[in-house]
């Protein structure tokens, strides 16, 4: 009798009833399976695409962000806790792009100043530090006397950071124009900005600097240094710094490993914090277009 009612219903509705764990089930196609399969690829496809969004260069605009490459140094808490904060400092104070090479101006509160705020322009020798510890060092010459400025990236006493020039030296580090002539070193306090144009790569400077004589602050022959023209010294000199050099820590695997976070880590904190800073970095292009733009008026 129940296979009689299955046999009607079967004629009635036009399918084959399936039994589940029957032979018979094998041979019967299964399209909503298929359809979910489809859309777990259409998933898999879009969520690279998501990924992508976060630029490639964030790790070199936003140093700061990655943690401490030192294990004993790590906690995970803490560095969320100071993202957190990190990014709320930024909705407050626009911190432009800069690298050690760009010619920058801060401008920092000062209760002993005449307008209560002090202003130091100078070319960035060095960037150092992660999270909330992370600062940067400007140096000028200032009535024939080299003046350097430490300031903490994220300290609420800045009041305003300007990029005068955005550009890049072939160091990393320019603590050599210690050793220089004011020349490398001298910029007027009242420049104006230089502006790129939109989308343009960030240019480099292959500025050769030469040094005065010795004594210096630092053995520089012995540091592989690309900006830094022929120091002019005795052959013992470069003898010893051959015999000092290190050159298989390249191909140190396990040390270039334990100096840089996973990229796995990197995509995951860019994409946490890039999501924050795009609206912030819209809404303030919006703000900029609408100062610049003029209602015009009524003449009569």
Request: proline share 7%.
């Amino acid at each position: 009798m129940l296979l009689r009612n299955l046999n009607f219903h079967r004629f009635q509705c036009g399918f084959t009833p399936v039994f589940w764990g029957s032979r018979s089930s094998s041979n019967v196609p299964l399209p909503d399976i298929q359809q979910s399969s489809d859309e777990s690829v259409s998933e898999k496809q879009v969520k690279p695409e998501r990924k992508s969004v976060v630029p490639s260069n964030s790790r070199f605009i936003y140093p700061e962000f990655l943690p401490d490459p030192k294990i004993e140094w790590r906690n995970s808490l803490r560095e969320k806790l100071e993202r957190m904060d990190m990014i709320q400092r930024r909705k407050h104070i626009d911190i432009p792009e800069f690298y050690v090479g760009s010619i920058m101006a801060v401008s920092s509160s000062n209760p002993h100043a005449p307008n209560k705020a002090t202003r130091f322009v100078g070319i960035c020798i060095q960037r150092l530090g992660c999270g909330l510890r992370a600062n940067f060092t400007l140096r000028n010459v200032i009535k024939h006397i080299g003046t350097e400025m430490k300031y903490q990236l994220y300290d609420p006493t800045i009041q305003k950071i300007e990029v005068l020039r955005l550009e890049k030296r072939l160091d990393d580090e320019l603590l050599y124009l210690r050793d220089a002539p004011n020349e490398y070193s001298t910029f007027d306090e009242n420049m104006e900005v230089e502006y790129l144009p939109e989308g343009s790569p960030v240019p480099v400077n292959p500025l050769m600097v030469k040094l005065k004589p010795r004594p210096w602050r630092a053995r520089w022959e012995r540091k592989d240094m690309k900006g830094l023209a022929d120091l002019g010294l005795e052959e013992r000199f470069y003898e010893r710094a051959k015999e000092l050099a290190t050159p298989w820590e390249k191909y140190d695997l396990m040390k270039q490993y334990r100096r840089t976070i996973p990229e796995e880590e990197q995509k995951e904190i860019f994409a946490e914090v890039y999501s924050e800073l795009h609206e912030v970095e819209v809404m303030r292009k919006k703000m900029k277009r609408k100062k610049v733009f003029i209602k015009p008026t009524k003449t009569v």
